[in-house]
Every structure is written in structure tokens, then in C-alpha cells.
């Protein structure tokens, strides 16, 4: 069965460079979801969309920007990145009007900033 | 504040034997919970869930119990088996409260051994 997919799988940037993580959510999924997880973490949840509008708002910092497109793959964007914004970024998708909220991660994109 | 908790950060079983990891929740808006399995370099697998409105919900060697009173549940997989070996995080949404985001637990590495 066809997965979420992330791209790309690994990223290293520079400080202050920019940075784009792309989702693509399972067919007919139309809720993506965006975390973070930082070394030794658990998951903390960004941002989140669903009919590419922006459904929910977790702690993304405002250097970050995100959005869903109409077919409904999601881009994260990522500026003026910092050491700290070293992490896992999963993408998730879900299927809206199901009585269970079960979400389905992608293999994560592992960004390095140096 | 840690709304999902998970105190054991490891857990170690024979194989054969039962499996068992708790979590614990603070917030009572919280209406349905799930169990993520994760192995290194690849994103959080579903593994079983459970809505509020029910105590145990089965699905082959894997069962949650949700105790609503004590904000406790627990995932107990029987028998255990050597590819059982993960870590295991626990995560809760408030689908009620309009909100779809998954709060996560720490996470407990299980180790099977033989």
C-alpha cells in the first residue's frame, strides 16, 4: 500500500540558509500534519492542514512557513535556520471524517544545520 | 508541562513473555488515544488505538486498556516477540475540542531478548 513520502530523506544546510521539506500524503488523504523531533525527543507537533487550509498551529516558529497545495501535497518552509533547528521533520496524513484520527507518518527528513 | 507521560524510558522482556508499557495523561479533554511503534531511521508505525468511550480494544497480540479514571492506559502484547523490539510512544488527540494534533509520550524502547 502507497506510504506518505518525504523528501528529501536527509538535508544539511548552513545557518541562516533556507530550507524546503516537501510531504507527499497517502492517496485521498487530505489532512497532512507537520512534526518535529528533536535528538532524545518525542514529537512535537508544528502545523498542521487539511483542504489547504491551515486547520491547526503548534510550536512552529515564525521563521518556519507551510501550506498544501490542491493536490494536496504540503512544503515546509524553513528560513534563517539555526543549530537548533537540527531534527527529525515526519510529515503525517489522515483521512478527515473517519471517526478515528489514526495518522500515518512518513519516513521522516532528517535536517542537519552546521 | 508533559500532558502524555510515559515513565519508563526502557523495558525489557523475554520473548514469549508479556509485553507492557504505560502512559499516563493529564489533560481530560483528550478523547482518543494511540500506540506508535518506532524503529530507528524510519517514522512512527500505527499500531492500535482506542476512543474514550471504550476500556480495551484488541487487535491480534497487541491490547490497550484505557482506564478513564486513573487517565491510564497501557499496551500489553502477548506473546513478545524479538521484532517487537522498538520504541513504543503513546499519543492522544482531543478530536472533541475540535483539535486533531497528537501529543506524544516520551516513548519506552522495549527490548525482546531470546
Known amino acids: 500500500a502507497a506510504g506518505v513520502i518525504q523528501s528529501p530523506r536527509h538535508l544539511i544546510k548552513e545557518k541562516r540558509e533556507t530550507a524546503t521539506l516537501k510531504c507527499y500524503p497517502i492517496?485521498?488523504?487530505?489532512?497532512v500534519y507537520w512534526y518535529q523531533q528533536g535528538p532524545g525527543q518525542d514529537p512535537q507537533f508544528l502545523i498542521s492542514?487539511?483542504?489547504?487550509?491551515?486547520?491547526d498551529k503548534g510550536s512552529i516558529p515564525d521563521r518556519f512557513s507551510a501550506q498544501q497545495f490542491s493536490d494536496y501535497h504540503s512544503e515546509l518552509n524553513m528560513s534563517s535556520l539555526e543549530l537548533g533547528d537540527s531534527a527529525l521533520y515526519f510529515c503525517?496524513?489522515?483521512?478527515?471524517?473517519?471517526?478515528?484520527?489514526?495518522?500515518?507518518f512518513g519516513p521522516g527528513t532528517r535536517l542537519t544545520v552546521l | 508541562d508533559q500532558q502524555v507521560k510515559q515513565n519508563s524510558p526502557s523495558l525489557s522482556v523475554q520473548e514469549g513473555r508479556i509485553s507492557i508499557l504505560n502512559c499516563d495523561y493529564t489533560?481530560?479533554?483528550?478523547?482518543?488515544f494511540l500506540w506508535y511503534k518506532k524503529y530507528p531511521a524510519e517514522g512512527p508505525t500505527f499500531l492500535i488505538s482506542?476512543?474514550?468511550?471504550?476500556d480495551k480494544n484488541e487487535d491480534g497480540r497487541f491490547t490497550v486498556f484505557l482506564n478513564k479514571s486513573a487517565k491510564h492506559l497501557s499496551l500489553h502484547i502477548v506473546p513478545s516477540q524479538p521484532g517487537d523490539s522498538a520504541v513504543y510512544f503513546c499519543?492522544?488527540?482531543?478530536?472533541?475540542?475540535?483539535?486533531?494534533?497528537?501529543?506524544f509520550g516520551a516513548g519506552t524502547r522495549l527490548a525482546v531478548h531470546p
Open positions: 503525517a496524513s489522515s483521512l478527515s471524517g473517519r471517526s478515528y484520527n489514526e495518522q500515518f
Open positions: 492517496p485521498r488523504h487530505d489532512t
Open positions: 492542514f487539511y483542504e489547504k487550509m491551515q486547520s
Open positions: 489533560n481530560s479533554m483528550f478523547d482518543y
Open positions: 482506542i476512543s474514550s468511550i471504550k
Open positions: 499519543a492522544a488527540s482531543a478530536r472533541a475540542g475540535g483539535y486533531n494534533k497528537l501529543i
